[in-house]
């Protein structure tokens, strides 16, 4: 004769029969272990993102544009913000607190697998901060000067990064502006008096002048954000000063006023940064033929998130280099270009 399985057992005792349930005690344990399930679950989630801290010495809009940039080019590489990385953004231009402190705060609160230094003053902050977390860096020149890394081809520690090698084209921008301007005999240097990268740039300048025959005079400004009246009382002074041209380093700030000013006060020009000539009129630009681009940092970011050490990634340097004149500009000024120095140019334009 068959026995029918029980679906609970009865216990007797003085109190009267127990009757044990085993849902009872499944159910509880089941839910237990979801809990435990999706706990583990968010946590793993949780340790699958990266977080990226990119961090830019620029205005605001440019910190956009290159957040953008970035998202883009890490999108290539397989990375999605807020799927397998979290990339937040900050940019410095008003802010009153310094990189250093900034970075001591902000990789103590929260942990980072990356940071994304945009311009040397970030850079250097965060090389203060941490000797652990991967740096990669760009917008800036002589990173052995900084103290940044130990060289170029084997940065060592936990900084790499991309060099535009602005400070050794400081005195052939000088020679340029000779060359230009025959005539030319005081040429004014208008930099910014905290940037590190700019003092740099003076230096070299004023080294080059006397075997040019010229004088250099520098104007040390306070702040990298100026008024447009400000500026103009720059230029006045440039002017009565005797300075017969200029040079600029990497400025960002109000290209298309510096250049309208240079024109007003008649005072040739020679940037740094070639758009300023195609996009903005400026005179002639004397620079990197091509800045380190978005997915060159986007590169390096993914080798680093895979494992590899900064310290074994070369810091890169541009290797070629172009002149570009604008011949409005030229003609504006009432200025020739030498048929000699043309021929140097990469490019001429009328815009």
């Known amino acids: 004769m068959a026995v029918p399985l029980a679906t609970s057992t ?28 999706a706990m583990t679950a968010d946590k793993v989630h949780a340790q699958s993102i990266r977080r990226i801290l990119h961090v830019c010495d ?7 544009d290159e957040r953008t940039g970035l998202l883009l080019a890490l999108g290539k590489r397989g990375y999605v913000q807020g799927k397998n990385i979290d990339l937040e953004s900050h940019d410095f231009t008003v802010a009153g607190d310094s990189f250093r402190a900034y970075f001591d705060r902000e990789l103590a609160a929260h942990r980072t697998d990356l940071v994304l230094a945009s311009g040397v003053r970030a850079a250097e902050g965060a090389k203060g901060a941490t000797t652990q977390t991967p740096v990669v860096f760009w917008r800036l020149s002589d990173p052995i000067g900084f103290g940044l890394v130990a060289s170029l081809a084997r940065p060592g520690r936990n900084l790499t990064g991309f060099s ?4 050794k084209l400081a005195p052939k921008r000088l020679e340029l502006l000779r060359e ?18 700019h003092q740099r740039q003076a230096a070299e300048v004023r080294a080059a002048a006397p075997s040019l025959g010229l004088e250099v005079r520098d104007y040390a400004l306070p702040a990298a954000r100026w008024t447009e009246p400000e500026l103009d009382g720059l230029f006045a002074h440039l002017r009565r000063d005797g300075v017969d041209a200029f040079l600029l380093p990497d400025l960002n700030v109000l290209p298309t006023v510096l250049v309208q000013l240079a024109a007003k006060y008649r005072l040739p020009t020679i940037h740094s940064l070639t758009h300023v000539v195609t996009d903005w009129g400026g005179l002639a630009a004397y620079a990197t033929e091509a800045m380190p681009d978005l997915s060159d940092i986007a590169d390096y970011a993914d080798r680093i ?6 310290g ?14 604008n011949a409005r500009s030229a003609r504006a000024l009432g200025l020739t270009f030498p048929p000699t120095f043309l021929l140097r140019a990469s490019a001429v334009v009328e815009k």
């Open 10 to 37: 009865a216990f007797s005792s003085k109190a009267g029969p127990v009757r044990f349930e085993p849902r009872s005690i499944v159910r509880p344990i089941v839910a237990v272990a979801l809990a435990v399930l």
């Open 305 to 310: 998130l895979k494992g590899t050490r900064p």
């Open 58 to 64: 620029c205005p605001e809009s440019m910190a956009a």
């Open 180 to 197: 230009m301007l025959p005539s030319a005999r005081r040429i004014g240097f208008v930099f910014v008096a905290d940037n590190a990268s």
């Open 312 to 325: 074994d990634l070369p810091v890169q340097e541009p290797t070629r280099f172009e002149l570009v004149l």
């Open 164 to 167: 535009r090698g602005i400070e």
